[in-house]
């Protein structure tokens, strides 16, 4: 993933995973794991990827100087880094566009070097308005299993045999 | 001095934002998620979807001023950007966002208070209110970002 020479249109292609999964609400159960997600680890490269793709070019997360002197001890990963790989986790487990509604607190920062493993869990099953939904508690952990990114989901799933 | 509550309420002008491929492209390789779902047109049309949608995370880059809305509050201004940190962050979502779509927005001040930090003792707490409209005026996303602002 940490590759810098931009060409990264064939990585694309390579690392393609074509299936998309489905999760049926009727199979499904409150005490339920999400699959996990394990990130590769976080690069400086990767966060100046992301500034320029989400154009938050707060200095404080590439600009060593910067960041010292704010007093962070150094640059670190935006937040939202961590919540796009609850969002992956999420949409690897049950699919595209499933999510309603996702709400995190960010704990603790993630540095250059960090690996962020992704998991959650089903707390709620329910129907509501002819829809059915799950909620889940979703979270962010780095390699020494410090909570780095805590939250839930909303989640509305389809029934088996209906599209 | 003026108190910072008084600016509770304000509202940025519309912004808008021209979502292109390549954007999505883009924003799903700094994220590591290599989903043909996101860059390749031919998979995407075979979906359900029909065609290329942006990650679920994608509204963040619905930027608009916000710094410069953040750098008018009154005595919480001057600490922007060093003494910014993202606290909070929670996304509704309505619809997909695709390649093609005009997103507009405006930015409000949701709530302005204070909080003791366990680490850094008191803080400035903004949150503010970005819901987000296609071009066929369809509300695709709101999210609502909580900024801490420490003072030490």
């Not at chain 1, 150094?74 to 999510?99: D, N, P, T």
Request: glycine share 10%; charged share 25%; with cysteine.
């Amino acid at each position: 993933m940490d590759n810098f020479s931009g060409g990264a249109d064939v990585q694309l292609a390579k690392n393609a995973k074509v299936k998309e999964k489905v999760v049926f609400f009727e199979e499904v159960n409150v005490g339920d794991q999400i699959t996990s997600l394990i990130k590769e680890p976080v690069t400086r490269t990767q966060i100046v990827r992301y500034a320029g793709a989400s154009r938050d070019f707060n200095p404080i997360h590439h600009d060593e100087p910067f960041a010292q002197s704010a007093g962070m001890g150094g640059v670190f990963a935006h937040g939202m880094m961590s919540m796009a790989f609850l969002g992956q986790m999420v949409k690897e487990w049950c699919g595209h566009e499933r999510l309603k509604k996702m709400k995190v607190r960010f704990i603790n920062l993630t540095r250059p070097g960090d690996t962020l493993t992704c998991g959650g869990k089903i707390t709620q099953k329910y129907q509501m308005g002819g829809e059915n939904y799950i909620e889940c508690e979703i979270f962010a952990q780095n390699q020494r299993n410090e909570m780095v990114t805590q939250g839930t989901a909303t989640i509305l799933l389809p029934l088996r045999g209906k599209k | 001095m003026e108190d910072p509550r008084t600016f509770i309420g304000k509202e940025t002008p519309e912004f808008s934002f021209e979502v292109e491929k390549g954007n999505i492209r883009d924003f799903a390789v700094a994220i590591g998620d290599l989903d043909p779902m996101f860059y390749d047109e031919g998979y995407a049309k075979k979906t359900r979807f029909g065609g290329i949608i942006a990650p679920n995370t994608f509204s963040h880059t619905f930027r608009g001023e916000k710094t410069s809305l953040l750098r008018s509050i009154p005595q919480i201004g001057a600490r922007i950007p060093q003494k910014l940190l993202h606290g909070e962050h929670e996304i509704e979502y309505f619809k997909a966002v695709r390649p093609g779509d005009t997103v507009t927005f405006k930015i409000k001040i949701a709530d302005i208070y204070e909080r003791e930090g366990k680490r850094s003792g008191k803080m400035d707490v903004v949150v503010l209110d970005i819901p987000c409209f296609n071009q066929d005026g369809e509300e695709v996303v709101k999210y609502r970002q909580t900024f801490v602002i420490r003072r030490q």
